[in-house]
């Protein structure tokens, strides 16, 4: 720059200059800021009430009451008890102080809940609450209530908690529910409904699968909240919704008897109402006590159940497989009917058939026998012989178009539904051609054979009806039309009454004709394999002895019910499975015989079905407490 | 100006317009104070109505001195601020902590307030000793970067990152009116562009994070940028007209932190929403007017740069604040004056207005006498 004197009128003039543009960047900056407070508070106002709101309100949620399960009676299978619940919120413990003792003593917990606790409280997540007593007593809950002042992190609360009145009977059914886990939070994007202390969401069976209709829409205490948390005052609540009442096809009081009727034997019962598929029992036993499960389940119960070689925690309805044995045989006649095999052309059978290389087995030496008395007295030379000379592939077809093999639509978490070989499916399967020994097999149900229970009762359900009936768990949903079995209906009249004299006649369940006037039972014995064939009965070890089952259909003229059944390791069908169908058939058309029937054996068992399971466990309990000892 | 009969000539001489105006806007503030109490004139508003009025008496008080005076005043209380800003520090030292304050019994005195004014009356004494030739000279800028820095550097050491700043501002703004050449403001301010992320370096981590989150509020939202969008909350969901007054929802409930100090703002602007807001700013608007017509209207050099300088401080102060709580600059602790809680800042303006109209009436009179 130039140097120029400057006088004292030119800092006048530099000051004046100076001044309007201070003067204007002060407009300005006061231009910004009230540009800014209008932005905020009047473009954006509506973004800015919303996050102020949620910050003022705070949603509790309260969870919605879970609906119930009904049997097609209308009576309760699933249902919600007033309860009262003790917690740990292990974020609000305070450190260097352990509540568990105190609160322990106060609720009268065992060792092993105070371990489970303590276990529970290590791995939680802060704030996740960890249950200490759930269905605690009125009296526990006032005690602990009194004292929480003195017990940080300690909740006690009111709510409802699930209730299975029938039990184990029910145990398969209906699954059980219990609190989400880590898993099932994040796949629900952390529904916060899913951490409210005491709630559950189904975790098998029908729980499970019905969760949606079950669960109901969550309801929330609206509360306005300070910034550190203090409750200012609660607002207008937002009311929850109970969920559905799902109402099942199950015959309540059909289930809980079959439940008991089964005594200590393993095994599954199915039993449709052969018209519409409505299954009215779906028993798999022995079971645990859903009830135990949906409370959180003690140590010992639980060792209890899966060192049980009975297997109680596998639901043997779905997902128990087992070979058909001669339950196939009825399936198998009709497809030979059906291939022009003439019923009268008899089969000598003289204790075997000599297959190949292979002399094939049968269990007595039956002499001449036709279609009707092959079923009847379950010759399975007949149907070795037959099963030789027919196509393998209509065979097998017809078989699993009466059921076996099929998997059905049913609301079950985890459906097992088996094989039904057939030519095409080994060459697929394991590449190789269809052998006149695979013939053999298939016809008495052995080799690759293997159904569930549900396919048990579908099959004679089929066969009864003339239609193809599909098995229903669910009342409310849509009837469809169904069609009838495209079979002739001579074949079909014929199985039946072959069916028939297997148990009234000479055949091999006539120990278990109906004790009622008027009304006969048609059925089919079966026998499966487990160890090795040849040694049929003779085995001492349980674990080695045959499948026990037993299909059935009543009354043979006009048929109502079907039901199928299989024992585990019961030895023959007839003398293990074939009874408790009966009982259970009985009880379908008269209560009373059947009760009358219960009570001697249950009586003989030592007590009912609670009372038995009641007695198992405690010395259980008493054992493993003497082995730590 | 009021001229009746009835009221004595001296009264009648006050600026009532400039007095009606601040006296509104505490006011106001009291109200403020009263519904951030949950509606209450406890803990805050008595307090501070009582801290106004005595500082209102001391600004009319002093509105009787003459600029001589002022003038005299202006070194030894520069001097004196000095020394006290010192002591802190020593003080600060001994006791191995942070220290703004000297407690002298009853009162507890922030030199750093002081120094605010202080500086602006010495620049403009300085620059009116400085002949007029000579302010292009490099004689006429380095004391008072001196005068300015010294002050400005033990204050940041206190540290009191918002007052620093605000003292600078003011001291530059009457080197900037003495006519000092652009480049002493333009080369200073590429530099703290150049230096501003190494300065960032040496900064205490409470002030880093308060950048950091300033730059980007949603990095921290529950932690240190928790009080910049909480404000945003409030002032947002004020909308026009506001929630009503006690009804401030941010505020009553603790969301907004230091809802009566440096962000009474938003919790003014919550109740009165964007009308409150913007009526206050235009208040502040008016009364800043009116000091810069003091300064312009001022016919010695020192009543012009002094003038101009006070009415400064008092726009840097609310507009900090005010950008400071609407996220516009980072979060330094600048509170909003006569508004927020607490007496230094009321003390700090109330001066800057009674040294206002010391200067005014001097005008007046000087007019009379010409």
């Given at each position: 720059?130039?140097?120029?004197?400057?006088?004292?009128?030119?800092?006048?003039?530099t000051?004046?200059?100076?001044?309007?543009?201070?003067?204007?960047?002060?407009?300005?900056?006061?231009?910004?800021?009230?540009?800014?407070?209008?932005?905020?508070?009047?473009?954006?106002?509506?973004?800015?009430?919303?996050?102020s709101?949620?910050?003022?309100?705070?949603?509790?949620?309260?969870?919605?009451?879970?609906?119930?399960?009904?049997?097609?009676?209308?009576?309760?299978?699933?249902?919600?008890?007033a309860?009262?619940?003790v917690d740990?919120?292990?974020?609000?413990?305070?450190?260097?102080?352990?509540?568990?003792?105190?609160?322990?003593?106060?609720?009268?917990?065992?060792?092993?809940e105070?371990?489970?606790?303590?276990?529970e409280?290590?791995e939680?997540?802060?704030?996740?609450?960890?249950?200490v007593?759930?269905?605690?007593?009125?009296?526990?809950?006032?005690?602990?209530?009194?004292?929480?002042?003195d017990?940080?992190?300690?909740?006690?609360t009111?709510?409802?908690?699930?209730?299975?009145?029938?039990?184990?009977?029910?145990?398969?059914?209906?699954g059980?529910?219990?609190?989400?886990?880590?898993?099932?939070?994040?796949?629900?994007?952390?529904?916060?409904?899913?951490?409210?202390?005491?709630?559950?969401?189904?975790?098998?069976?029908?729980?499970?699968?019905?969760?949606?209709?079950l669960?109901?829409t969550?309801?929330?205490?609206?509360?306005?909240v300070?910034?550190?948390?203090?409750?200012v005052?609660?607002?207008?609540p937002?009311?929850?919704r109970?969920?559905?009442?799902?109402?099942?096809?199950?015959?309540?009081?059909?289930?809980?008897?079959?439940?008991?009727r089964?005594?200590?034997?393993s095994?599954?019962?199915?039993?449709?109402?052969?018209?519409?598929?409505?299954?009215?029992?779906?028993?798999s036993?022995?079971?645990f006590?859903?009830?135990?499960?949906?409370?959180?389940?003690?140590?010992?119960?639980?060792?209890?159940?899966?060192?049980?070689?009975?297997?109680?925690?596998?639901n043997?309805?779905?997902?128990?497989?087992?070979p058909?044995?001669?339950?196939?045989k009825?399936?198998m006649?009709?497809?030979?009917?059906?291939?022009?095999?003439?019923?009268?052309?008899?089969?000598?059978?003289?204790?075997?058939?000599?297959?190949g290389?292979?002399?094939?087995r049968?269990?007595?030496?039956?002499?001449?026998?036709?279609?009707?008395?092959?079923?009847?007295?379950?010759?399975?030379?007949?149907f070795?012989?037959?099963?030789?000379?027919?196509?393998?592939?209509?065979?097998?077809?017809?078989?699993?178009?009466?059921?076996y093999?099929?998997?059905?639509?049913?609301p079950?978490?985890?459906?097992?539904?088996?094989?039904?070989p057939?030519?095409?499916?080994?060459?697929k399967?394991?590449?190789?051609?269809?052998?006149?020994y695979?013939?053999?097999?298939?016809?008495?149900?052995?080799g690759?054979?293997l159904?569930?229970?549900?396919?048990?009762?579908?099959?004679?359900?089929?066969?009864?009806?003339?239609?193809?009936?599909?098995?229903?768990?669910?009342?409310?949903?849509?009837?469809?039309?169904?069609?009838?079995?495209?079979?002739?209906?001579?074949?079909?009249?014929?199985?039946?009454?072959?069916m028939?004299?297997?148990?009234?006649?000479?055949?091999?369940?006539?120990?278990?004709?109906?004790?009622?006037?008027?009304?006969?039972?048609?059925?089919?014995?079966?026998?499966?394999?487990?160890?090795?064939?040849?040694?049929?009965?003779?085995?001492?070890?349980?674990?080695?002895?045959?499948?026990a089952?037993?299909?059935?259909?009543?009354?043979?003229?006009?048929?109502r019910?079907?039901?199928?059944?299989?024992?585990?390791?019961?030895?023959?069908?007839a003398?293990?499975?074939?009874?408790?169908?009966?009982?259970?058939?009985?009880?379908?058309f008269?209560?009373?015989?059947?009760?009358?029937?219960?009570?001697?054996?249950?009586?003989?068992w030592?007590?009912?079905?609670?009372?038995?399971?009641?007695?198992?466990l405690?010395?259980f309990?008493?054992?493993?407490?003497?082995?730590?000892? | 100006?009021?001229?009746?009969?009835?009221?004595?000539?001296?009264?009648?001489?006050?600026?009532?317009?400039l007095?009606?105006l601040?006296?509104s806007?505490?006011?106001?503030?009291?109200?403020?104070?009263?519904?951030?109490?949950?509606?209450?004139?406890?803990?805050?508003?008595v307090?501070?109505?009582?801290?106004?009025?005595?500082?209102?008496?001391?600004?009319?008080?002093?509105?009787?001195?003459?600029?001589?005076?002022?003038?005299?005043?202006?070194?030894p209380?520069?001097?004196?601020?000095?020394?006290m800003?010192?002591?802190?520090?020593?003080?600060?030292?001994?006791?191995?902590?942070a220290?703004?304050?000297?407690?002298?019994?009853?009162?507890?005195?922030?030199?750093?307030e002081?120094?605010?004014?202080?500086?602006v009356l010495?620049?403009?004494r300085?620059?009116?000793?400085?002949p007029a030739?000579?302010?292009?000279?490099?004689?006429?800028i380095?004391?008072?970067?001196?005068?300015?820095?010294?002050p400005?550097?033990?204050?940041?050491?206190q540290?009191?990152?918002?007052?620093?700043?605000?003292?600078?501002?003011?001291?530059?703004?009457v080197?900037?009116?003495?006519?000092l050449p652009?480049?002493?403001f333009a080369?200073?301010?590429?530099?703290?562009?150049?230096?501003?992320?190494?300065?960032?370096?040496?900064?205490?981590?409470?002030?880093k994070?308060?950048?950091?989150?300033?730059?980007?509020?949603?990095?921290?939202?529950?932690?240190?940028?928790?009080?910049?969008?909480?404000s945003?909350?409030?002032?947002?969901?004020?909308?026009?007209?506001?929630?009503?007054?006690?009804?401030?929802?941010?505020?009553?409930?603790?969301?907004?932190?230091?809802?009566?100090?440096?962000?009474?703002?938003?919790?003014?602007?919550?109740?009165w929403?964007?009308?409150g807001g913007?009526?206050?700013?235009?208040?502040?608007?008016m009364?800043?007017?009116?000091?810069?017509?003091?300064?312009?209207?001022?016919?010695?050099r020192?009543?012009?740069l002094?003038?101009?300088?006070?009415s400064a401080?008092?726009?840097?102060?609310?507009?900090?604040?005010?950008?400071?709580?609407?996220?516009?600059?980072?979060?330094?602790?600048?509170p909003?004056?006569?508004?927020s809680f607490?007496?230094?800042?009321?003390?700090?303006?109330?001066?800057c207005?009674?040294?206002?109209?010391?200067?005014?009436?001097?005008?007046?009179t000087?007019?009379?006498?010409?």
């Amino acid at each position: 720059m130039k140097p120029i004197r400057i006088t004292s009128t030119h800092q006048s003039i530099t000051f004046s200059r100076r001044m309007i543009v201070l003067g204007g960047a002060q407009v300005a900056v006061g231009g910004l800021l009230i540009g800014r407070l209008g932005w905020l508070a009047v473009a954006q106002n509506e973004k800015y009430q919303l996050l102020s709101e949620s910050n003022r309100v705070q949603l509790i949620p309260v969870p919605p009451r879970r609906g119930w399960m009904i049997d097609r009676y209308g009576k309760p299978i699933a249902i919600n008890r007033a309860s009262f619940r003790v917690d740990i919120i292990p974020q609000q413990l305070e450190k260097g102080r352990d509540v568990v003792p105190e609160v322990a003593r106060l609720l009268q917990l065992d060792e092993e809940e105070v371990a489970r606790i303590r276990s529970e409280l290590a791995e939680s997540q802060g704030f996740h609450p960890v249950q200490v007593g759930e269905n605690v007593t009125y009296d526990q809950y006032a005690a602990v209530t009194v004292r929480l002042p003195d017990l940080p992190g300690v909740q006690a609360t009111r709510g409802y908690s699930r209730y299975y009145p029938d039990g184990p009977a029910v145990a398969h059914l209906v699954g059980y529910v219990g609190s989400a886990n880590a898993k099932e939070y994040e796949a629900e994007d952390k529904n916060p409904l899913l951490l409210v202390p005491g709630f559950k969401i189904g975790k098998q069976g029908l729980e499970k699968t019905l969760e949606p209709y079950l669960r109901g829409t969550p309801g929330g205490q609206r509360i306005e909240v300070t910034a550190r948390g203090r409750l200012v005052k609660e607002l207008d609540p937002k009311p929850d919704r109970s969920g559905q009442t799902v109402q099942l096809t199950i015959d309540e009081g059909l289930q809980q008897y079959v439940a008991r009727r089964m005594g200590d034997q393993s095994g599954a019962l199915v039993a449709v109402d052969v018209t519409s598929g409505d299954m009215l029992a779906y028993v798999s036993m022995p079971a645990f006590d859903p009830n135990s499960f949906s409370e959180g389940i003690g140590r010992t119960e639980w060792k209890m159940l899966s060192e049980d070689d009975h297997l109680p925690l596998l639901n043997k309805v779905a997902q128990g497989l087992y070979p058909s044995g001669s339950t196939i045989k009825p399936a198998m006649a009709l497809a030979f009917l059906k291939l022009g095999i003439d019923p009268k052309r008899r089969v000598n059978c003289p204790g075997g058939y000599q297959i190949g290389n292979r002399y094939f087995r049968c269990d007595a030496v039956h002499g001449p026998m036709d279609m009707h008395s092959a079923i009847e007295r379950s010759c399975n030379t007949y149907f070795w012989a037959t099963g030789l000379i027919t196509d393998p592939q209509a065979t097998t077809d017809m078989v699993k178009y009466l059921g076996y093999g099929e998997e059905f639509d049913l609301p079950i978490p985890t459906q097992r539904y088996g094989t039904m070989p057939s030519p095409d499916w080994l060459e697929k399967k394991y590449h190789r051609k269809w052998q006149g020994y695979d013939s053999a097999n298939t016809s008495i149900g052995q080799g690759y054979v293997l159904i569930n229970p549900m396919q048990l009762a579908v099959m004679p359900g089929r066969l009864a009806s003339g239609k193809l009936i599909q098995p229903r768990l669910l009342m409310g949903k849509p009837r469809k039309p169904i069609p009838a079995l495209d079979v002739d209906p001579e074949h079909l009249e014929f199985v039946r009454k072959a069916m028939g004299s297997v148990v009234n006649d000479h055949g091999t369940a006539v120990g278990s004709k109906l004790p009622l006037d008027g009304i006969l039972m048609a059925g089919k014995t079966g026998t499966a394999q487990v160890f090795r064939l040849g040694e049929r009965g003779h085995q001492s070890n349980w674990a080695l002895r045959d499948h026990a089952l037993f299909i059935a259909f009543a009354p043979v003229e006009k048929p109502r019910y079907a039901i199928g059944c299989i024992i585990e390791h019961g030895g023959f069908g007839a003398s293990a499975a074939a009874p408790i169908v009966r009982d259970s058939m009985t009880y379908l058309f008269d209560k009373q015989k059947a009760f009358a029937a219960l009570a001697p054996l249950e009586k003989q068992w030592g007590g009912t079905l609670a009372e038995r399971n009641a007695r198992q466990l405690a010395n259980f309990k008493a054992a493993s407490r003497a082995t730590q000892a | 100006m009021i001229t009746s009969a009835i009221i004595p000539r001296p009264l009648a001489r006050l600026p009532w317009r400039l007095i009606f105006l601040v006296a509104s806007i505490a006011s106001f503030g009291l109200i403020v104070l009263y519904s951030a109490a949950g509606g209450s004139v406890q803990p805050w508003a008595v307090k501070q109505g009582i801290v106004f009025l005595f500082f209102l008496g001391v600004a009319v008080g002093m509105s009787w001195m003459s600029e001589a005076t002022i003038k005299a005043l202006a070194f030894p209380v520069y001097g004196a601020t000095l020394v006290m800003l010192i002591g802190v520090e020593a003080l600060g030292f001994v006791s191995k902590g942070a220290q703004r304050w000297l407690d002298l019994g009853p009162v507890r005195l922030q030199p750093s307030e002081f120094m605010k004014p202080a500086i602006v009356l010495t620049l403009a004494r300085f620059y009116e000793l400085v002949p007029a030739a000579e302010i292009r000279k490099w004689r006429a800028i380095w004391p008072a970067a001196v005068l300015l820095g010294v002050p400005a550097f033990l204050i940041l050491v206190q540290p009191d990152l918002g007052t620093c700043i605000m003292v600078v501002l003011c001291g530059v703004t009457v080197m900037f009116l003495a006519g000092l050449p652009w480049w002493v403001f333009a080369a200073p301010a590429g530099l703290v562009a150049v230096a501003a992320p190494i300065a960032y370096q040496f900064m205490h981590g409470y002030q880093k994070k308060r950048i950091d989150t300033f730059l980007n509020p949603e990095s921290d939202p529950l932690g240190a940028g928790y009080h910049i969008a909480q404000s945003k909350i409030a002032i947002g969901s004020g909308g026009i007209w506001g929630k009503g007054f006690l009804h401030g929802s941010q505020s009553h409930l603790d969301y907004l932190p230091e809802g009566h100090t440096d962000f009474v703002f938003a919790t003014m602007a919550e109740e009165w929403g964007f009308a409150g807001g913007a009526l206050l700013i235009l208040a502040f608007a008016m009364v800043i007017r009116w000091g810069m017509k003091v300064s312009a209207n001022s016919r010695t050099r020192f009543g012009q740069l002094a003038a101009a300088g006070l009415s400064a401080t008092i726009f840097f102060y609310v507009s900090i604040n005010l950008m400071m709580v609407m996220g516009l600059a980072p979060v330094v602790g600048v509170p909003l004056p006569l508004v927020s809680f607490g007496g230094s800042a009321v003390m700090t303006v109330m001066l800057c207005l009674g040294l206002l109209m010391a200067l005014e009436r001097q005008q007046r009179t000087g007019a009379r006498l010409a």
